[in-house]
């Protein structure tokens, strides 16, 4: 369970880094400061629950593009989070695809960063319960 709570908390800090990053690096990927937590909270569901999805389907019927499970559901995490009200707003097919990357780097990187982060710490602690 702690586990579990602790890969939602990387998530969402994940999120919020990426989207603050992104709104920051292109001029046309706006965020409203009052809807920047339903984006956050949106875009992190939605990711949890696409990426199995669309790598099951993938996997089932387009074995090709099993690569690129990350970059659909972050494009389709992005997409389901600008259609919430005062969240996001992406202007341009070149700032999508941008946006795509920059937030799929930016989750990737984060987790994995503060997945070790954390698993190192636990290490340390049992180490000194030893």
């Not at 669309?54 to 019927?61: E, G, P």
Request: aromatic share 12%; net charge positive.
């Amino acid at each position: 369970m702690i586990r579990f709570l602790i890969n939602i908390a990387i998530s969402l800090v994940t999120a919020a880094v990426g989207l603050l990053v992104t709104s920051w690096i292109l001029p046309d990927f706006h965020i409203d400061a009052a809807g920047f937590i339903v984006a956050v909270l949106v875009f992190t569901i939605a990711q949890a629950i696409l990426a199995p999805f669309i790598f099951n389907v993938a996997r089932q019927y387009a074995s090709a593009i099993l690569g690129g499970i990350g970059l659909v559901s972050t494009f389709v995490a992005l997409l389901i989070a600008s259609l919430f009200p005062n969240g996001i707003r992406v202007d341009g097919i070149v700032t999508w695809i941008l946006a795509t990357l920059i937030m799929w780097i930016i989750t990737a990187l984060g987790t994995w960063l503060l997945g070790l982060w954390w698993l190192k710490g636990r290490v340390e602690d049992r180490r000194a319960a030893s």
